[in-house]
């Protein structure tokens, strides 16, 4: 009677021990995955600069990109998520192409076109509204709970305004120049020191877009409700959203030139932003709101401005100046102060 006392009491210290295991690893798994979507995205956005730039057909590059993220995507659903397809009802691919349709082909369009009106560096602001945006409209819908009264609430809108405000301080102020290194490629031209012609036509379109893409993140918790398989909803998503674009870019411009590319930086565009800026970036944040909620993914946004910086210095030559890095700096602070807040959330639900 004794011994299967002890081994009820050690089979359960066992499986005790590794729930602490799968805690933190989903502690970690969390921000490292947020951390390296915004990876994807200061690529993408440097890339896209330079193809759009070019000469590229915005909405080629839309469905091209998007349509090459479903085809990367669609072996994890085979494998990992395998016949959940048939479980994709009327309903689930109405909120899926809604999904589609608000966290890719209009935000996404709206922003390539304001980054082909305006600048990178001027851009990349419009990244750091998204928090923002989804935490009050979080709120708004009652899919977040803040406690003002509580210490997690207040650390949580500290958090936002660090962050907030870096960005804007790294966009808006500059300081002394440092040179810190040589730019692997020399592209520092002339024209990304000039105002760009249509300024606020980009900002106008720029700031739609980070609106659109707030509403995206509180659409993803509903698709996974009604179908909860990850890589089956990312892959629709791409492949609906590759459609939609197509669509209108067809209607936009029937000239077939506009839609052939070559073994140059537009195919390099098409394949990094498809793999990673979509396929891997749909499927990450799908899992984290799955995680920790639609307010999470977007916080984690304005590390894509300091990728940019950094990346944009270390290719590109663009300047790092004093302003980024104090700019940096709070970003940093902000974010580490709103996941802290957010922790001590999560173990109540």
């Known amino acids: ?8 009491a050690a089979r359960a210290a066992a499986g005790s021990e590794m729930e602490m295991e799968k805690e933190t690893a989903a502690g970690w798994k969390a921000p490292a995955a947020m951390v390296l979507v915004q990876v994807f ?6 890339l896209s600069k330079v193809a759009i730039g070019g000469g590229m057909f915005v909405f080629a ?4 990109r998007s349509l090459f993220g479903a085809a990367v995507i669609l072996p994890f659903g085979f494998f990992l998520e ?23 082909a209009v935000p996404m369009s709206l922003y390539y076109y304001g980054l082909q009106d305006t600048t990178a560096s001027y851009a990349v602001i419009f990244l750091n509204i998204i928090p923002l945006t989804t935490f009050i409209l979080s709120l708004i819908f009652r899919m977040e709970k803040l406690q003002i009264g ?3 609430g207040s650390l949580k809108i500290a958090g936002v305004a660090l962050s907030v405000g870096g960005t804007m301080l790294m966009s808006l102020y500059k300081g002394k120049t440092l040179h810190l290194w040589n730019p ?40 996974l409700k009604v179908y909860p398989y990850k890589y089956w909803s990312s892959m629709a998503t791409c492949l609906v959203g590759g459609f939609q674009t197509a669509l209108a870019g067809v209607l936009l411009r029937r000239d077939s030139r506009a839609w052939k590319i070559g073994w140059d930086i537009n195919l390099a565009t098409i394949v990094y932003s498809g793999a990673l800026a979509t396929a891997g970036k749909y499927s990450l944040n799908s ?39 104090l700019g940096t700096t ?16 999560v173990p109540a639900k």
């Open 184 to 223: 692997i490629l020399h592209h520092h031209s002339e024209e990304q020191m000039e105002v760009a012609s249509n300024q606020l036509r980009g900002t106008i379109l720029l700031a739609g877009s980070s609106f659109a893409f707030a509403c995206w993140y509180l659409i993803q918790s509903k698709v």
């Open 150 to 152: 509580t210490a997690a």
């Open 287 to 325: 899992w984290a709101v799955a995680k920790r909620g639609p307010s999470y993914p977007p916080m984690f946004s304005p590390l894509s401005v300091v990728f940019t910086v950094v990346l944009g210095s270390i290719f590109l030559g663009d300047d790092i100046t004093v302003g980024s890095l």
């Open 82 to 104: 395998r016949g959940k397809w048939k479980e994709m009802d009327w309903h689930a691919t109405g909120w899926i192409f809604l999904n589609a349709f608000i966290g890719y």
């Open 41 to 46: 995205n200061a690529g993408m956005v440097l």
């Open 61 to 64: 590059l839309l469905a091209y």
């Open 1 to 8: 009677m004794d011994v299967e006392t002890g081994g009820r």
């Open 330 to 345: 709070m970003v940093i602070v902000g974010l580490y102060v709103f996941l802290w807040a957010k922790a001590k959330e």
